[in-house]
């Protein structure tokens, strides 16, 4: 396994990989998870080459975010992904992608962009489709692996694809869930052994909104959100920053309780901003994520 610190670096291993058939690319923000695990065994499965990014994008965090103190912990991250047999972690510093000349930033536009977690973190959907590009460009993967955890980004991250029309497949793999529901995230080492019980709410509140609309509530999409906020609200350690019924491409709220649909939620859990997703697919039906064992 081959660990690079400069993009020269990594171009020139890729390009020494042109006569291969296929590259699969993991982009991550390192302290990884079995949701992280489970993108780099997929690319594992589906690539001649996997290339694993770990980066904690300085752009697309905001001024007051969680930037400095984000968790980290590079040897054990290398450990990992050399069992899992991926061929290159790209591990860049913060030079190497922005040095001091860089100027040219992707903007996607629209509620996509401005709603729900963009309007919570103005900004961040920036950051996140200019490192992404930057990272396609680098690497040139054929594959690009993304967790529906983060729905959002898969759909700023798909407009990002299809707009620019870039040469890659994208691959989203369902949300990793512990036994108890909580969605793996790096930022669930930020809880206190009393957060980390009421983290669950956000995964209770989900399945409580799915309930309602299996059930169809009268008031439609708005009923749905009553009942999530129920369920945050008596979760004292819980502060919910949305909760919301969107459409997943296009992240407007629904009007009518309808398929494809996806109920989102984010919250605050002791100083842990937590977000959360179950989707309903146009088929009518329902994908909550995988729950590990516990074993
Ligand atoms: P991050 O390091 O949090 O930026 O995540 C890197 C990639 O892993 C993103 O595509 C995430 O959506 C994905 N990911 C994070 N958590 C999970 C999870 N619990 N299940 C599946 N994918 C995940």
Do not use: C
Request: proline residues 7%.
């Amino acid at each position: 396994m081959d660990i690079i610190t400069t993009v020269r670096e990594m171009q020139r291993l890729r390009s020494s990989w042109l006569s291969l058939s296929s590259v699969g690319l993991v982009p991550t923000m390192g302290y990884l998870h079995e949701g992280h695990l489970s993108l780099v065994r997929r690319a594992r499965a589906e690539n001649d080459k996997v290339v694993v990014s770990i980066f904690v994008n300085p752009i697309q965090f905001g001024a007051h975010e969680d930037l400095e103190r984000y968790p980290r912990d590079l040897p054990r991250d290398l450990h990992l992904l050399e069992e899992s047999g991926v061929d290159a972690v790209l591990v860049p510093t913060a030079s190497e992608m922005y040095p001091p000349t860089f100027i040219t930033y992707v903007e996607p536009s629209g509620p996509l962009a401005s709603e729900a977690e963009g309007a919570s973190r103005p900004g961040h959907f920036r950051g996140v489709a200019t490192v992404v590009l930057k990272l396609f460009n680098i690497v040139q993967p054929q594959r690009a692996y993304f967790g529906q955890k983060d729905a959002q980004q898969v759909a700023v991250i798909k407009a990002l694809v299809a707009d620019l029309n870039l040469p890659v497949e994208l691959v989203i793999m369902p949300t990793v869930r512990e036994p108890d529901g909580l969605a793996m995230s790096s930022r669930n080492s930020y809880l206190s052994p009393e957060g980390r019980r009421a983290a669950t709410v956000l995964y209770r509140a989900l399945l409580a909104g799915k309930a309602a609309y299996e059930q169809g509530v009268s008031d439609g999409p708005a009923g749905v959100v009553r009942v999530m906020r129920e369920i945050v609200a008596s979760e004292p350690l819980a502060r919910l920053v949305y909760a919301d019924v969107r459409d997943p491409e296009t992240f407007q709220p629904l009007e009518t309780l309808r398929a494809p649909a996806l109920l989102v939620i984010a919250a605050f859990v002791e100083a842990a901003r937590l977000i959360d997703n179950v989707l309903l697919r146009p088929d009518g039906s329902w994908e909550t994520g995988l729950i590990v064992s516990s074993s």
